[in-house]
């Protein structure tokens, strides 16, 4: 069935950059938007951005725009998704979504979840 | 703060129906019939429980249902059960590509 795999967890200090990845199988890696969705501790879902994995085109929700970047290998049906200048305040558990190319926005599978820590 | 409101909890007792509800604007849940909702238990990846605002997916128990009307979208859960127990958000598309969650639900099994 779907998979998508996510990298381990992270410790990172204030300022620093965190690069998570989310491996892909069992489906046609290009048919299906990925998402990043982040969940601080004892909070809610927060959408983080989109990427397109067949041409690459991106979109970040605002309050990211300008330190967060995604980025798609399609030899290894891999997304990658780059956050910089963190702070405490980014400590959350960071998770990988896939949703239809058809723009349903369904989020049909989800990948185990990466926590990153950010802490001096 | 999230952009779509939700309520902070929701109980009822084996057998009982509940409705969560869900508002945005109409820059989101109003524009658009793209709303889901998603079940997360402790410690668990959200799971997809209804798409386009009232569809099923594939092996989700025909006990939970969705509905929009305006700006606010709602979720029913018919036939409580122990198991239903958990947090659950909705989520718009909001234009530009960009989606919104709300900011969850608890609901307690009595």
Redesign the interface.
Known sequence: QVQLVQSGAEVKKPGASVKLSCKASEYTFTNYYM?W?RQAPGQ????LG?INPSGGGT????KFRGRLTMTRDTSTSTVYMEMSSLRSDDTAVY?C?RSPLS??????S????TLVTVSS | QSALTQPASVSGSPGQSITISCTGTSSDVGNYNLVSWYQQHPGKAPKLIISEVSKRPSGVSNRFSGSKSGNTASLKISGLQAEDEGDYYCCSYAGSSTFEFGGGTKLTVL
Do not use: N, R
């Open positions: 998402h969705v809610g879902l927060a959408w989109i979109a970040y929700a605002q998770y979504s723009g349903t926005g369904d989020f049909d989800w990948g185990q979840g």
